[in-house]
């Protein structure tokens, strides 16, 4: 359905997205797209972005999308919020790290390649096809 086309006096546009949230994660970030059917029904589309990179230092974003329809909001939203609060209650409590184990990790994560040295990216125009 994305980026499906709508003619509209006479000439062809494709449907711009409705309202748009992008949330940075760590090495991942998570859009969450408001879009209209032909219809005009609202969907919602989550989409994952992680870059990676290619053995030559070239780096591409690995996408994975999910498709949520208004009729399946109310079951998604309860089933995320009894996953989370699950895990929440269940999950053993980590210990604080250490200020030399921050140290440390810094080190072991520094850039492999030139290209990965290079992280301002501007992720608000990665999924506009």
Same mark, same amino acid.
């Given at each position: 359905?994305? @980026?499906?086309?709508?003619? #509209?006096?006479? &000439?062809?546009?494709?449907?711009? !997205?409705? $309202?748009? %949230?992008?949330?940075?994660?760590?090495?991942?970030?998570?859009?969450?797209?408001?879009?209209?059917?032909?219809?005009?029904?609202?969907?919602?589309?989550?989409?994952?972005?992680?870059?990676?990179?290619?053995?030559? @230092?070239?780096?591409?974003? #690995?996408?994975? &999308?999910?498709?949520?329809?208004? !009729?399946? $909001?109310? %079951?998604?939203?309860?089933?995320?919020?009894?996953?989370?609060?699950?895990?929440?209650?269940?999950?053993?409590?980590?210990?604080?790290?250490?200020?030399?184990?921050?140290?440390?990790?810094?080190?072991?994560?520094?850039?492999?390649?030139?290209? #990965?040295?290079?992280?301002?990216?501007?992720?608000?125009?990665?999924?506009?096809?």
């Amino acid at each position: 359905m994305e @980026g499906f086309e709508n003619k #509209e006096n006479g &000439k062809e546009k494709v449907r711009d !997205e409705i $309202f748009s %949230k992008a949330v940075r994660a760590g090495k991942r970030t998570y859009f969450f797209d408001v879009k209209a059917t032909r219809r005009n029904d609202y969907y919602l589309t989550i989409t994952e972005s992680k870059k990676k990179f290619n053995q030559d @230092g070239t780096f591409f974003y #690995e996408k994975h &999308k999910l498709f949520l329809y208004k !009729e399946d $909001f109310e %079951k998604f939203a309860d089933g995320l919020e009894e996953v989370v609060e699950y895990i929440r209650a269940n999950q053993p409590e980590l210990e604080p790290k250490a200020e030399s184990d921050f140290e440390d990790q810094e080190t072991v994560n520094e850039p492999a390649t030139e290209a #990965e040295k290079f992280t301002d990216v501007d992720f608000d125009d990665l999924d506009k096809e």
